[in-house]
């Protein structure tokens, strides 16, 4: 090979390479560089989540805050956020947030039931007992649901034949927490029926 074609040869493979980085070649001055300190929503819901288990809620209720807006479409999220809410006491806030989620999802169950005990904590028993019966979703075959329907019937001359219902389950105890039934207006049913 000749100098001209050795010449001819490195300046296309000049050319080549010049072309390359330039295609490649990214803007990297400080301007253009977004500042990202911030932890993937992923990250920060799976975070929160070990902090509800571990009982730091009010921490765990700062993180899923932050990262409501990101899954405020995800019933699971949704759920978590609202126990760590019910375990922080912050009742009103579980009862918007779960208002919310069914608005996007009116038929999802575990929402309706988490929306029907935070009411039942506000006092608000015939609300409880609207959103777990204005859609037929649910069968006295749930426990669940039964209870709830128990703790918040205005209906009191079918209190016996619920129970009588409830009392199949076998653990049928553990679905009457203390701490709802004593917002219940059927409290004193329930606390006779569960001593018998």
């Not at 330039?22 to 929160?48: C, F, G, M, W």
Request: hydrophobic share 40%; net charge positive; with cysteine.
């Amino acid at each position: 090979m000749n100098n001209k074609a050795i010449l001819a040869l490195l300046s296309s493979l000049g050319v080549i390479i010049l072309c390359t980085l330039l295609l490649l070649k990214k803007d990297v001055r400080p301007s253009t560089i977004k500042q990202q300190n911030t932890i993937p929503y992923e990250v920060q819901s799976a975070t929160a989540q070990g902090m509800v288990s571990s009982g730091k809620f009010l921490f765990a209720n700062k993180i899923f805050e932050n990262s409501y807006s990101h899954f405020k479409d995800n019933p699971a999220f949704i759920n978590s956020y609202t126990d760590s809410l019910l375990a922080a006491k912050e009742v009103d806030k579980a009862i918007q947030i779960t208002v919310e989620s069914l608005k996007i999802y009116p038929l999802n169950k575990e929402l309706r039931i988490k929306l029907a005990r935070c009411l039942i904590l506000k006092k608000k028993s015939p609300s409880a007992y609207t959103v777990l019966t204005e859609l037929p979703l649910f069968t006295q075959k749930e426990a669940d649901f039964l209870s709830l329907i128990i703790m918040s019937t205005p209906n009191k001359s079918g209190l016996e034949s619920l129970m009588g219902k409830m009392k199949n389950f076998s653990t049928y105890q553990s679905f009457f927490p203390k701490h709802l039934v004593e917002h219940s207006p059927n409290s004193n049913f329930i606390k006779k029926s569960l001593t018998q």
